[in-house]
């Protein structure tokens, strides 16, 4: 079976999407062919099965002559190989694109998108695919039929669980980019004055991905050094070995994102037994169901004061017991392993051998 798949990056270095990459190796397991079209190519080592072509993002091309590239790929694409079904991963224009396309072949589309936000692009890309699928509902929050929840895509292999030595650092983490939608602006806030007899530390893992974002990060590193340079560490862009070592010894992830859906690096931070604590909603939703409702915050000043408090006052013992329990969530519902699973079996339910639910 043949998939044609669309997507915004592959690109192994790219400071969000790199993992994107991580998806396509696991599908090109389950099918015998995949060609990607994307907005925009980097380094990449794919499997012998996958083929890549970008519409010319990084090469400076405008948007009208990337529309008609898109067509050109696409249809060249048609006229070389059968596909027999279509994945549009977290690119709503694209599924729009195709639309015509699907219509005159009779190709199924299934789109992925988690993510808060609802723009006008998404609503319109919703009424033209055929199935959705998103990690949790947090993360498509279109009122839909078509929608399927089939969790996070974490590297369950890479993120492990490990022991945590004891130290007189109460570490802090949070991971992602540094953008005003992150919150780290917020906790860097909250830290301010808070425990002056406890040595704690705060490392901040992530880069700026636009203009903006380098703006808001300048500004970011500015806070913080009011708050002294041993307190508060920027590490830029780490590899995901990278940082799982930091998560083995931290004592606590903080995440006060506020795009609506499930952060995979939180998930990733729970599948190693780090405890995590987060203002996000998909992530309330889970630690309400599944009993650790406390690490579920506001995301002020206050409320996170409170929150790290908790973390701080307990003995290890008791911080493995909760990292324990969000490990197991992560790796029962989150793993990228199954989370392809589910996807191939809707995916295969709508290519054209198969019938249509």
């Known amino acids: 079976m043949n998939l044609l798949m669309f997507n915004l990056a592959v690109d192994d270095e ?3 999407l790199a993992f994107g990459s991580r998806w396509i190796e696991a599908l090109a397991k389950r099918f015998d062919h995949i060609d990607v079209v994307t907005m925009t190519t980097g380094r990449h080592a794919l499997p012998a099965n996958v083929e890549v072509w970008s519409v ?8 009208w002559l990337r529309a008609l590239r898109f ?6 694409i048609l006229r070389r190989r059968r596909i027999d079904v279509v994945f ?3 690119i709503p224009v694209f599924a729009a694109l195709f639309w015509p396309v699907a219509k005159l072949t009779g190709l199924k589309n299934v789109m992925w998108y988690a ?9 319109l890309a919703h009424r033209l695919v055929d199935r959705v699928v998103s990690s949790t509902p947090q993360g498509f929050r279109l009122p839909s039929a078509k929608a399927d929840f089939i969790g996070q895509g974490i590297d369950a292999d890479c993120f492990l669980p490990a022991a945590r030595t004891p130290s007189e650092v109460f570490e802090i983490v949070t991971v992602g980019r540094l953008a005003p939608s992150k919150g780290i602006d917020r906790l860097i806030d909250a830290l301010s004055g808070w425990r002056e007899e406890l040595p704690w530390r705060l490392t901040v893992v992530g880069d700026a ?3 903006s974002e380098a703006r808001h990060a300048a500004d970011l590193r500015q806070k913080a050094r009011t708050l002294g340079t041993e307190r508060v560490v920027f590490t830029g862009r780490l590899d995901p070995d990278e940082i799982v070592p930091l998560l083995a010894r931290s004592d606590v992830f903080v995440n006060l994102s506020a795009t ?3 952060d995979k690096a939180m998930v990733e931070a729970m599948a190693t037994g780090c405890p995590v604590i987060s203002c996000n909603d998909a992530f309330r939703a889970i630690a309400v169901a599944e009993g650790f409702a406390d690490c579920a915050i506001a995301g002020d000043a206050a409320s996170i004061r409170a929150a790290l408090d908790r973390i701080a006052a307990m003995d290890a013992r008791e911080r493995a017991d909760l990292g324990a329990r969000q490990e197991e ?4 519902d989150h793993t990228l392993d199954g989370l392809i699973r589910r996807l191939h079996d809707i995916l295969t339910a709508y290519a054209k051998k198969g019938v249509s639910p």
């Open 88 to 90: 549009t991963h977290m």
């Open 14 to 16: 790219h400071v969000t």
């Open 209 to 211: 991905t636009s203009e």
């Open 260 to 262: 609506g859906s499930l």
């Open 71 to 76: 067509y050109w790929l696409v249809a060249g």
């Open 329 to 332: 969530i992560a790796r029962r």
């Open 115 to 123: 993510h808060g936000a609802t723009p006008p692009m998404l609503r």
């Open 56 to 63: 010319g993002r990084e090469r400076g091309y405008p948007e």
